[in-house]
């Protein structure tokens, strides 16, 4: 085989959070992400740094997004005519469970859900499903803490069965929680933590991973019972460190870098602590919370295959000078003089797609699946639609290097969903004007506008992508 395989998914993918809207509508209840502005107040409360009920004045662009709340079947449609055959979409928790706390789902947010499935089984797009794609219902944060409590794992697995369950026979495709590892990057925005004066950040947010990956485990053994058919996978931010000069100490700090991200899958794809993250967390003084039957869990509920996000590499070294000289998404890093970046300075690197899927085969022999890459953008509209051949070279690149994992290095993938198929907020900035669709809306950034849907050359691009399966990547 020297191409991708006949059944290899091609799609797109969106979150929740950045494209619904409506965030009161359907009887929803609030989620944390609603309470996370746009603005340089942004990346604090994103932290946990900052308490948003403690601001005024401030913009929520997400609150209505692309309204796809309202814009789906459209939306789907159009997905449709550039031929996906998967589409990555995030359920809403406080759709189903207002306060994420309840005995019974909210029947609206089931349906609306259920009508998001059927519309793209339709089509023959298979959907696949992010149960948590950093969201966490408020009343969670404010009655428990959030993830750092325990009691979550009961009400997410609640969250599971509801979908599991429902879902039956329409949904195959399950991730349990999008970028696990974005967790300590940004502990409010991705597990609804916030700190109290004093306490030990580090702490928390590692006894809220081995809540999330407890919860996680659960649910995948969990999604087995209720269909055997079920394919539960986890997600990382991924991206490999680079040693900045063949210096070890530099070779040593992009190990470090890389297991910081690799044990959160190290833990749902082998189902154990590894050693290093164990050393660590008794070097560093951080207590994780293991009660009897922990260990069983996890070994019980691994993962059955491994999705990621890939937007850039990284650079490690131990120079405090360099340090930072790079953005990345959320990982601050140092310049790699060899890449160039895009417009909010992210590196791009296509090779480093490549070395990203080979890490992550040769580590856990499992499937992989690339839910997450993309160029976010300025576009500007030409006669009712966007030239972005920018967009169109960074993708084919991205997409050459996948398919070099595949044919020469035996990389066994299941599929590929860009981000942002469709334009959407974006998820650092707040910001609309970072588009990375194939399809353009017309909002603005407080997301008022037409909200019309318009055809970038890119989606005509994509649409032959998938209809020769991979095997013209040139525009015509
Ligand atoms: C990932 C998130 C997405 C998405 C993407 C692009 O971290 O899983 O939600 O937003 O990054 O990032 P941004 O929107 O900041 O450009």
Redesign the pocket.
């Known amino acids: 085989m020297n191409t991708f395989p006949t059944n290899f998914l091609w799609g797109g993918a969106t ?1 929740a ?2 494209c619904e809207g409506a965030y009161l509508e359907g009887g929803r209840g609030l989620s944390n992400v609603d309470l996370i502005p746009s603005g340089e107040n942004r990346y604090p409360v994103a932290c946990g740094e900052v308490d948003p009920k403690t601001l005024h004045g401030e913009r929520f662009p997400s609150r209505k997004a692309i309204d796809a709340y309202h814009h789906y079947q459209e939306d789907i449609a159009l997905f449709a005519e550039m031929g996906f055959r998967v589409y990555r979409f995030s359920i809403c928790w406080s759709r189903i469970f207002p306060n994420g706390n309840e005995a019974e789902p909210n029947e609206a947010g089931l349906q609306f859900y259920e009508s998001v499935i059927d519309e793209c089984r339709k089509y023959n797009i298979e959907p696949l499903v992010t149960i948590s ?2 969201d966490v219902p408020v009343h969670l944060i404010e009655t428990y803490g959030s993830w750092r409590n325990r009691k979550m794992v009961d009400f997410y697995l609640n969250l599971c069965r509801t979908l599991f369950t429902r879902f039956r026979g329409k949904v195959k495709y399950w991730i349990t929680f ?2 696990i590892n ?1 967790i300590l990057h940004m502990p409010y925005m991705a597990a609804g933590l916030t700190f109290l004066p004093g306490e030990n950040k580090q702490d928390v947010c590692y006894t809220a991973a081995h809540h999330e990956l407890i919860a996680s485990a659960l649910a995948v053994k969990l999604a087995h019972e209720i269909d055997p058919n079920n394919m539960v996978g986890c997600m990382l ?1 991924a991206g490999n460190a680079y040693p900045h000069t063949c210096n070890p100490i530099d070779v040593m700090e992009s190990i470090r870098m890389d297991r910081e991200n690799y044990f959160f899958v190290d833990v749902q794809s082998r189902g154990y602590y590894p050693a290093y993250a164990r050393k660590q967390m008794e070097r560093e003084g951080i207590h994780i919370p293991f009660v009897d039957g922990d260990e069983k869990i996890l070994r019980q509920g691994t993962v059955d295959y491994i999705s990621f ?1 890939y ?1 850039n590499s990284m650079v490690a070294s131990r120079d405090p000078e360099i340090q930072g000289t790079a953005k990345g ?2 990982f601050a890093s140092i310049e790699n003089p060899y890449l160039e970046s895009s417009e ?1 300075g ?1 590196q791009i690197d296509p090779l480093g797609l490549r070395i990203t899927l080979n890490s992550l085969y040769d580590r856990y022999q499992k499937p992989l699946f690339i839910v ?1 890459n ?1 160029l ?1 953008a300025r576009d500007t509209l030409c006669d009712g639609t966007v030239h972005d051949t920018y967009r169109i070279a960074y993708l084919r690149e991205h997409i050459k290097a996948m398919k070099d994992a595949i044919v020469i290095d035996g990389v066994d993938l299941l599929g590929y969903t860009t ?2 198929c469709i334009d ?6 707040g910001e609309m004007r ?1 588009r ?1 669709g194939f399809i353009y809306v017309d909002a603005d950034e407080n997301c008022e506008g037409s909200l019309q849907r318009l055809r970038k050359q890119s989606f005509y691009w994509y649409q032959n992508v998938i209809r020769t399966n991979g095997a013209q990547l040139d525009l015509e």
């Open positions: 979150a959070n950045q794609h950093f999008n970028e974005m931010a996000s937007y998404n959320i909010w992210w997450e993309g976010g981000w942002g959407l907020i974006s998820a650092s900035t970072k990375y």
